[in-house]
T-cell receptor, first 117, second 109 residues
Framework: GAVVSQHPSWVICKSGTSVKIECRSL??????MFWYRQFPKQSLMLMAT?????????EQGVEKDKFLINHASLTLSTLTVTSAHPEDSSFYIC?????????????FGPGTRLTVL | QKEVEQNSGPLSVPEGAIASLNCTYS??????FFWYRQYSGKSPELIMF????GDKEDGRFTAQLNKASQYVSLLIRDSQPSDSATYLC?????????FGIGTKLQVIP
């Protein structure tokens, strides 16, 4: 159990275009999902917390108008990188939180590698 | 600022040895503690979680938690080259989980 999928696994796009990344919890319902970004040889950086049915909470320094998050159902959250530029090239990873055994556990998707030309 | 501190390494151990990875956390309200393994170019994979003081063993892995010292550790017995990866420590409560920067482990054949 506790499987999280992401789509696409990689994407190459031209500068100025928008890219949508999907994150799905396959075998559980996730009221909360998280979006991270990771640059090469650096640690995970939390971008935003996505709550089903409400607005996402963005971390300091993350532009909410550039990184649009929609969590329309208990199993799907999407991240749209709008007007992408080369500096947005990174590894984007989502995770979904499942409450089990009295504790919250967090499971990661496989990640999406974005390359902006 | 709720922080989770780890030495970035690299930590090098010979094959067959015990690898000891350490982590401290600043938020005394943390209730859940996790160890994730991340191979280069891949996303993190949950390998251990611990909620109570003491030791928890799973195969070659043992997680240790000391809430009084705000200290979490992961021991890997009989280390294998395939264990070479970055190990992320994480601490969390109800709202979210905070990750450390990860310790890079290198197991030398």
């Amino acid at each position: 159990g506790a499987v999280v999928s992401q789509h696409p696994s990689w994407v190459i796009c031209k500068s100025g275009t928008s890219v949508k990344i999907e994150c799905r919890s396959l075998d559980f319902q996730a009221t909360t999902m998280f979006w991270y970004r990771q640059f090469p040889k650096q640690s995970l950086m939390l971008m935003a917390t996505s709550n089903e049915g409400s607005k996402a909470t963005y971390e300091q320094g993350v532009e909410k108008d550039k990184f649009l998050i929609n969590h329309a159902s208990l199993t799907l959250s999407t991240l749209t990188v709008t007007s992408a530029h080369p500096e947005d090239s990174s590894f984007y990873i989502c995770s979904a939180r499942e409450y089990r055994g009295g504790h919250n556990e967090q499971f990661f998707g496989p990640g999406t590698r974005l390359t902006v030309l | 600022q709720k922080e989770v501190e780890q030495n970035s390494g690299p930590l090098s151990v010979p094959e067959g040895a015990i690898a000891s990875l350490n982590c401290t956390y600043s938020d005394r309200g943390s209730q859940s503690f996790f160890w994730y393994r991340q191979y280069s170019g891949k996303s993190p994979e949950l390998i251990m979680f611990i909620y109570s003081n003491g030791d928890k063993e799973d195969g070659r892995f043992t997680a240790q938690l000391n809430k009084a010292s705000q200290y979490v550790s992961l021991l890997i017995r009989d280390s294998q080259p395939s264990d070479s990866a970055t190990y992320l420590c994480a601490a969390g409560g109800y709202q979210k989980v905070t990750f450390g920067i990860g310790t890079k482990l290198q197991v030398i054949p």
